[in-house]
Nanobody
Framework: QVQLVESGGGLVQAGGSLRLSCAAS????????IGWYRQAPGKQRELVARVTSAGNTHYENSVLGRFIISRIDAKNTVYLQMNSLKPEDTAVYYC??????????????WGQGTQVTVSS
């Protein structure tokens, strides 16, 4: 059973920083890509940033230059360093692991979500 456990959300003032962490546990052989999505009230879930097993990164345009995603394969962990936060970054942030290979299956997994609130 693969689980993603997130941490690091909270309340911060505009201009501040937060770091989100997501650790994948289970009998994992490999993870194709891992990253973060977010969903604000009344809006669709959107990709924020992701990193592939090859180290290729992708960022949503509004976070370019402010957010940095990093991955530690040995720990099946991904981090999202969020700087210069804006009120519009307020959302529930979800960790996603794409094409996770275990001894018995390949699947996609989501974390439970962590709230990020940026006050103006």
């Amino acid at each position: 059973q693969v689980q993603l456990v997130e941490s690091g959300g909270g309340l911060v003032q505009a201009g501040g920083s937060l770091r989100l962490s997501c650790a994948a546990s289970g009998n994992i052989f490999s993870i194709n890509a891992i990253g973060w999505y977010r969903q604000a009230p009344g809006k669709q879930r959107e990709l924020v940033a992701r990193v592939t097993s090859a180290g290729n990164t992708h960022y949503e345009n509004s976070v370019l230059g402010r957010f940095i995603i990093s991955r530690i394969d040995a720990k099946n962990t991904v981090y999202l360093q969020m700087n210069s936060l804006k009120p519009e970054d307020t959302a529930v942030y979800y960790c996603n692991a794409d094409r996770v290979t275990t001894a018995t299956m390949v699947g996609d997994y989501w974390g439970q979500g962590t709230q990020v609130t940026v006050s103006s």
